[in-house]
């Protein structure tokens, strides 16, 4: 059964720095175009970032670009999101997303980020 497992989430200060790491079991990881959201207490659900299934095609949103990196390694199922500079405006569930070209849509069970001094 296919299923995405986020982890590396936490409590960290204004400016500083979190890799999030999502694994991916049960799929073809490398059909997949892979994707971090995020959902702050009392807002919707937001795209943060996503990635094509080679690699490239990189897309982030404004407030994330020249802070966040997405990237995949596809040896080892697993897609990142290195966080600098982080804002308390980021504190959020992070949840990690695997589409199918074909439209078969994964969702991980997410993982706490927290930016707080």
């Known amino acids: 059964q296919a299923q995405l497992v986020e982890s590396g989430g936490g409590l960290v200060q204004p400016g500083g720095s979190l890799r999030l790491s999502c694994a991916a079991s049960?799929?073809?990881?490398?059909?997949?175009?892979m994707s971090w959201h995020r959902q702050a207490p009392g807002k919707e659900r937001e795209l943060v970032a996503d990635i094509g299934p080679a690699g490239g095609n990189i897309n982030y949103v404004d407030f994330v670009k020249g802070r966040f990196t997405i990237s995949r390694d596809n040896a080892k199922n697993t897609v990142y999101l290195q966080m600098d500079s982080l804002k308390p405006e980021d504190t959020a569930v992070y949840y990690c997303k695997a589409r199918h070209l074909w439209g078969i849509v994964y969702w991980g069970q997410g993982t706490q980020v927290t930016v707080s001094s």
């Open positions: 049960g799929l073809t990881f490398s059909s997949y175009t």
